[in-house]
C-alpha cells in the first residue's frame, strides 16, 4: 500500500490540472489500484488464478451498475484442454450502434502481468467506472475481458468473442478499442489496424492535440510494417480487424529501437514483458513516474474519444 501512496502523490502532480471538476480523483489513480489488486496473484490462462481475476472484474463491473455476463470457452493445445473465459459487461445505449473496449487480463509465469496485462485491465475498468456514471449515452458500450490472450492460447478469448458475433453485431460495432501493456514502454501509441480504417484513431491523435497528451503513431521506419498501423497478430485487436470492424489499439513501448517492430519496449532496460520484471514494484522502482502519468492519458484520451461520439 505504501507504493499506492507514493506514486497518487506522482500521479496528482503530473494530472491534476486537466481533471474534469466531477471527477476530484486525477484520471488513472483508480487504475492503479486495480493493477494492485489484479497483480496480487497469478492470471495463468486455464488455472484457478485466472478463474479469480476474472471473477475480480466481473465484480468491478457489477459495482458500476454494468450488466455482466461470462463467455465460456475451451481449447486444446498439445494434447492438452484448457478451459478460459470472456468477461462482458454492457452499458445500454439510447441506439444499438455499438463501442468495444476490450483488455485481455491473462498474465504470462514470469512475472505478475503489471504491465502486460493488468495496466490495460486497469484503464478498462477505469473508463467502465467513469462512463457509467453518464447519462444514456448515443450508443452502447461493450466491456470484455479476454480471457487466453498469451501463448500457449494465442488470442483465443477475443477470437472466440468475434466468431461469436452475429452478422448485425459486426456491423453495428463503429469501433472497437484495445489496450496492452501501457505502463513501461519509452512512447505511448495508438494504431489502426491492418484493415486502414483510420478514422477513430484520427480522432483520437486530433483530441489528442487538443488536450496535450504525449500520443503517436508508430513511424514506419521497419518496411514491414506501415507508419501508424500495427499488424494483425500482437493483441486482442486481430480478430475484431479481420472481421472489417476499425480498431483503436493503445500501447507503450518503443517502436524507434532495436528492430523497429515495437517489441523492445525501453531503450533504458530493454522490455519488461514476458520477463520476472513485469512487476509493478519493479516497474515503480526503475521508473517511477511513467505508470500513473501513462494510466493517466491513456483513460483521458478513451473519456474524451467517448465524449466526442454523438
Do not use: C
Not at 478463474?51 to 472484474?57: D, E, L, Q, S, Y
Not at 480522432?203 to 492535440?209: C, D, M, T, Y
Amino acid at each position: 500500500m505504501k507504493r499506492i501512496a507514493a506514486l497518487t502523490v506522482v500521479l496528482s502532480v503530473a494530472a491534476a490540472p486537466a481533471v474534469a471538476a466531477d471527477h476530484p480523483k486525477p484520471m488513472g489513480e483508480y487504475a492503479l489500484k486495480v493493477i494492485e489488486n489484479l497483480t496480487s496473484e497469478q492470471r495463468v490462462q486455464g488455472t484457478p488464478g485466472e478463474v479469480r481475476a476474472g471473477n475480480k472484474i466481473r465484480d468491478y463491473f457489477k459495482d458500476f451498475g454494468l450488466k455482466t455476463s461470462v463467455q465460456k470457452f475451451s481449447y486444446t493445445r498439445k494434447g492438452t484442454t484448457y478451459k478460459s473465459r470472456n468477461i462482458v459487461a454492457t452499458l445500454p445505449g439510447a441506439s444499438k450502434r455499438t463501442v468495444i473496449i476490450g483488455a485481455h487480463y491473462d498474465n504470462r509465469p514470469e512475472g505478475s502481468g503489471a504491465d502486460d496485462n493488468a495496466s490495460g485491465v486497469s484503464v478498462m475498468v477505469e473508463v467502465a467506472k467513469r462512463i457509467a456514471k453518464k447519462k444514456q449515452l448515443p450508443y452502447t458500450v461493450k466491456f470484455v475481458a479476454f480471457g487466453a490472450e498469451e501463448s500457449p492460447a494465442g488470442l483465443v478469448g477475443s477470437d472466440t468473442y468475434v466468431k461469436r458475433m452475429s452478422k448485425k453485431a459486426i456491423k453495428r460495432a463503429e469501433v472497437m478499442i484495445n489496450y496492452d501493456s501501457l505502463i513501461v514502454g519509452d512512447n505511448l501509441y495508438v494504431h489502426a489496424g491492418a484493415n486502414k480504417k483510420v478514422g477513430p484513431r484520427d480522432e483520437i491523435l486530433s483530441l489528442a492535440q487538443r488536450y496535450r497528451l504525449p500520443l503517436q503513431i508508430q513511424p514506419g521506419w521497419n518496411p514491414a510494417y506501415p507508419a501508424g498501423i500495427t499488424p494483425d497478430g500482437f493483441s486482442d485487436y486481430t480478430a475484431f480487424n479481420k472481421a472489417g470492424i476499425p480498431i483503436v489499439a493503445f500501447e507503450a513501448t518503443n517502436w524507434e529501437i532495436a528492430d523497429k517492430d515495437g517489441y523492445t519496449q525501453t531503450e533504458e532496460n530493454g522490455s519488461y514483458w514476458h520477463t520476472p520484471n513485469d512487476t509493478l514494484q519493479k516497474i515503480l522502482e526503475d521508473f517511477p513516474q511513467r505508470p500513473g502519468v501513462r494510466l493517466y492519458v491513456f483513460t483521458k484520451a478513451t473519456m474524451e474519444f467517448l465524449k466526442s461520439q454523438g
